[in-house]
């Protein structure tokens, strides 16, 4: 890695949005640190293969795996507790029960550590709020407080800016940004149930199906 280079630390699920956004700072020149959290989710295996193949398609060489074992004993998240069982009627009102209490604020913290550890000006997240699951720690608003509060927490040397670059976009328009930067689709993964077949009916899945279908374009993972 150059010295004097820019460097971004890019959150990566091993999922469709992240890796965009990890291509996109790849595009802007960045040098990518790539970091991905297991907090045992029911896909964790399936999600950290498809992070360790994207990071190589991306020929990303620092590459942080970080265990929260704690996201289990909080439970309260059906991705996280395996006695409440992944919706897949698409009939959710308010918050769904596939919400992680935080995530993105604990995830964004520690991004924040590393970034500052290795001289990154960059962190850049995948969330998506016009075409989201509702999640409330997807929001831009939610994003640019993060931003700051991880300004006023860090050296006074540290300059970090926080990049969403897909919140105001919709899935067919990832699907699509995503094909015109050859993202590797079939390397990610979307489905909160399995890790051999995507299920094609939680929520994650139908969210994937939809923007590919009204992108146009048949999704290149297999279904059940």
Known sequence: MNLNSKKAVCIMSGGMDSTLSAYMAKKNKYDIIAVHFNYNQITQTKELECFDNICNALNVHSRY??????????????????SIKIPTNGIEEGIPITYVPFRNGIFLSMAA???????????SIGVVEEDSSGYPDCRKSYIQSMQESINLGTKESTHI???MPLVDMSKSQIVQKSLELNV????????YKNEDKACGVCDSCRLRLNGFKKAGVRDVIEYE
């Open 65 to 82: 795996k970080l265990d929260l074992d704690f996201f289990s004993k909080l439970g309260a998240s059906a991705l996280t507790d395996k």
């Open 113 to 123: 550590a590393l970034a500052e550890k290795e001289g990154a000006s960059l962190i």
């Open 161 to 163: 800016t926080i990049d």
């Open 184 to 191: 590797p689709l079939h390397l990610t993964w979307s489905c």
